[in-house]
């Protein structure tokens, strides 16, 4: 079956733009994660959902960073003023419940890059 | 201190050595505990659960222990395949919040 999907694969933008990354997560899969990944560096957590609601947006690094998954599968990463800190893998992981318990499906990642 | 914590690396093995990789968590009350693993370019993927009792899948076997914070992955007969970068993963559940933390991964080469 189809396996977790995002897009853009690759996005170029320069500081201070807007961007917004999507998953598609694996059908039925009720949770959705977000986590972004830099060079060298394990997978960081941004933001859980549980159906269509953040059951834990502790990693969202400040407010320019925001989820939102109306209809609880698709999900859009949205980060406001773009910097070139911002500059990572983001990836999407899936899983039919919480990920204490089940495991997580990812998604190939989009590559932002922020000039 | 971080949250997860891994041996640094990089690990360059020959082929059919046994390597094993550790893992502390500084969280007592994580709950869940897993190896991921994650080839170059490429997105994680699931290797195995690691229970209290210890476990084993193939060439491959997990250890936790909870008292000591520490969890291990120990790989018998490396193969080439097994080149990648193996990632200790920690869940932390509550009523608030349900995290999942990543190590920060350590790089397995095998060499023929």
């Known amino acids: 079956g189809a396996g977790v999907s995002q897009t853009p694969s690759n996005k170029v933008t320069e500081k201070g733009k807007y961007v917004e990354l999507r998953c598609d997560p694996i059908?039925?899969?009720?949770?959705l994660y977000w986590y972004r990944q830099s060079l060298g560096q394990g997978p960081e957590f941004l933001i859980y959902?549980?159906?269509?609601?953040?059951?834990?947006d502790s990693g969202l690094p400040n407010d320019r960073f925001f989820a939102v998954r109306p209809e609880g599968s698709v999900s859009t990463l949205k980060i406001q003023r773009t910097e070139r800190g911002d500059s990572a893998v983001y990836l999407c992981?899936?899983?039919?419940?919480?990920?204490?318990?089940?495991?997580?499906?990812f998604g190939p990642g989009t590559r932002l890059t922020v000039l | 201190r971080k949250e997860v914590e891994q041996d640094p690396g990089p690990f360059n093995v020959p082929e059919g050595a046994t390597v094993a990789f550790n893992c502390t968590y500084s969280n007592s009350a994580s709950q869940s505990f897993f190896w991921y693993r994650q080839d170059c370019r490429k997105e994680p993927k699931l290797l195995m659960s690691?229970?209290?009792s210890g476990n084993e899948d193939g060439r491959f076997t997990a250890q936790l222990n909870r008292a000591s914070q520490y969890i291990s992955l120990l790989i018998r007969d490396s193969k080439l395949s097994d080149s990648a970068t193996y990632l200790c993963v920690v869940n932390l559940v509550a009523t608030s919040y349900d995290k999942v933390i990543f190590g920060p991964g350590t790089s397995l080469s095998v060499i023929p």
């Open positions: 992981a899936s899983s039919r419940g919480q990920a204490s318990y089940n495991e997580q499906f």
């Open positions: 959902f549980q159906g269509t609601g953040a059951a834990d």
């Open positions: 690691v229970y209290s």
């Open positions: 059908s039925g899969h009720t949770a």
